[in-house]
């Protein structure tokens, strides 16, 4: 298995496969400017306040049981945790309509969603497939506002990947927003096809089997 991957130091698992990389650390360049000094000393404060980005993948959709289950356990603990599921849909919730449980746990839907029409419905339709589109950008602009907000200790981003790959999120605008988040704890990305750019940002990649 390791034969065909660019990672080492697999550690098998009764139902997924750990592989850790090393973060990448963000340099701070200090000028000769005082006012560059102190931007860039708020600026190191905020990136040790970070915890790990975590991606899961697996080879098919609706795979991530384990993340939600964890979810509600860290809620149950006390830990603020914010679950965005941007692809899946069915409860009409969207931002305003979020739940709450364990008094902990914010989970939102995307108001719109692929999942809650046929797809040569959506083919045939503009009108629909921008609404759905829509519906997943708002709720993606969101997640930015939330994960430079400091306000939770845990951010999954469920199926994220999808949306980049689907061409409804823009990896770069992904990409700087995890650089300069602000969250003490972890942020967890899930998806069925991760882009190299993410496996090398990320501090721990699980790859999770049926």
């Not at 995307?110 to 609404?131: T, V």
């Not at 949306?163 to 704890?185: H, P, V, Y």
Request: glycine share 8%; hydrophobic share 35%.
């Amino acid at each position: 298995m390791g034969k065909n991957s660019n990672y080492t130091g697999y550690r098998i698992e009764t139902s997924e496969i750990m592989v850790l990389s090393t973060s990448n650390n963000y340099p701070l360049i200090y000028g000769n400017n005082k006012n560059q000094k102190i931007d860039n000393e708020i600026k190191l404060r905020k990136i040790r306040q970070n915890g790990q980005i975590q991606i899961y993948q697996s080879s098919y959709r609706g795979s991530y049981s384990t993340i939600i289950r964890d979810c509600l356990r860290n809620a149950g603990l006390g830990r603020k945790v914010l679950l965005v599921q941007l692809m899946k849909g069915g409860v009409k919730q969207g931002i305003l309509n979020a739940q709450k449980l364990c008094g902990n746990l914010t989970w939102i839907r995307a108001s719109d969603s692929y999942d809650q029409y046929d797809s040569e419905k959506i083919a045939n339709n503009k009108e629909l497939s921008r609404s759905i589109n829509s519906s997943i950008l708002e709720l993606w602009n969101f997640c930015k506002d939330e994960l430079q907000s400091g306000k939770h200790d845990q951010i999954i981003l469920d199926e994220i990947f999808l949306a980049i790959e689907m061409g409804i999120i823009d990896r770069d605008d992904l990409i700087s927003t995890l650089e300069n988040r602000f969250i003490s704890g972890d942020v967890i990305l899930t998806g069925t096809s991760i882009p190299k750019n993410f496996l090398l940002m990320a501090d721990q990649i699980t790859e999770l089997r049926s």
